[in-house]
């Protein structure tokens, strides 16, 4: 008996788990079927036992697939793939239904494992660079989620779903303590070891430079050859500011190998850098 | 004693799916680290009665956030983020060990509501357009995996993880059977409704007309103002071809409002149009 009602209760539980990871919201109908319903059931896990999983012809998705952080019909990742492809843009807040999601992503293994993606790239590419010879190459890098990260302010701020609120976040700055993102860090350091320069190119302001510089070394960061931060009450989005500052760095016969960030306005606009990277950032974002 | 042992398996299943489903191996040590602390015990559910996590000084990740679908160390969903994001050029082949999660991806709910994503924020965009009234806005689709999935094909064909074989791809091709993707349909109707014109830009070459209007046809799409095809034994990368197509219909007077594809190949390259939207497809690269 005791065997039975546990067995049970394992069978429920499983079929729970089956349910809630695998929800076939798209089907085929078509000459290779066969093949196809063949191919699906290899991807049930345990499949053997469980009942074939049933093919339909392709139509509009009615309901949802999973219920989890749902906004407007779509779930939390769906969202967070959008920002991270530039398809939703201009965005104020992350979607109050996603605050757990958004917060799990980042304080768990997720953000990390998604950055040291990001970061392996980015290595493998350098290390493919044939350089001049002349200490021309230089890297741009964003500051903050990418060379810093503000995880321990917005941890405490709802994690993005509050909108922006530039007295708190420019105490937090001033405190100086800010963590490394420490994969954009080994990025940071395999580069110097190749003989690429690293530029740090924010959206702070110069009158945060003495913290920012405090911070950076503070975290393990040096040898960089330039911290380009904007001007004070200097008024242009942040791609025009950007790219501005990477048009003289080029005017001044700098060549711009990389050019990393966590927005998209850290590496669009001409000239971006002859490759670019962009780091996960599904807080905030800046135009 | 059915009761405790139902219990016990009961209380295993749970630990297995909170272990599974949180992994913090992300932390933080600073002046707020309490607050923190306090946002990352409000993450985890029924936190109440699990183990505060312990917040340490921010570090390289050694090890593994997980172990599922690892490939040189970068989990398969970081690797997909990755390729969506640009961040991953030039690839050949998704990693063998990544078919599972690929074809659970594509089979399952998630590659749809991902799409839904992007076309729910192509339609905000092109309800938000005030159109000339002349009748030259027009929006470039592209086709494969963009208004009609292969997925029957590379759902028996390791979901991407064996190297292209334009033989047997073709061969499907001119089957005729591919079936529509809902969410770019819905878009693409949509548009009609608002008075944009929807035009076809391809990589099939011009050969494969007949089949491919065919195929459109008999999967509900019709309307459409233009199928640019590329011509047989055209050698030129997909940028080049598609964006040399857009300024031909830029130069005949066309106002390109959005564009849509699931390779950075089809929405890179001036004039890119107005906006850009990238669906997912985490099966191959077309550079």
Partial sequence: MATATAAKLVFLLVALLAASSSCSAWGLRMPTERAVQAAAERLVEGGADAA???????????????????????PCDSWRLAVETYNKRDWKTVPAKCEKYVGNYMMGGHYRSDSRAVVNEAIAYAESLKLGGNGKEVWVF?????????LPYYATHGFGTTLYNSTSFNEYVLEGSAPVLPETQRLFNKLKSLGIKPVFLTGRTEDQRAITVANLRRQGYSGWMNLLLKPAGFKATAIAYKSGERQKLQDAGYVIVGNIGDQWSDILGAPEGARTFKLPDPLYYIG
Avoid at 54 to 66: C, F, T
Avoid at 142 to 150: A, K, M, V, Y
């Fill in 142 to 150: 964003d500051i903050d989620e990418t060379s810093l990260s503000n």
């Fill in 52 to 74: 074939a999983p049933l093919i339909h012809a392709l139509r509009p998705l009615v309901g949802s697939a999973g219920d989890l952080g749902r906004r407007g019909g779509v």
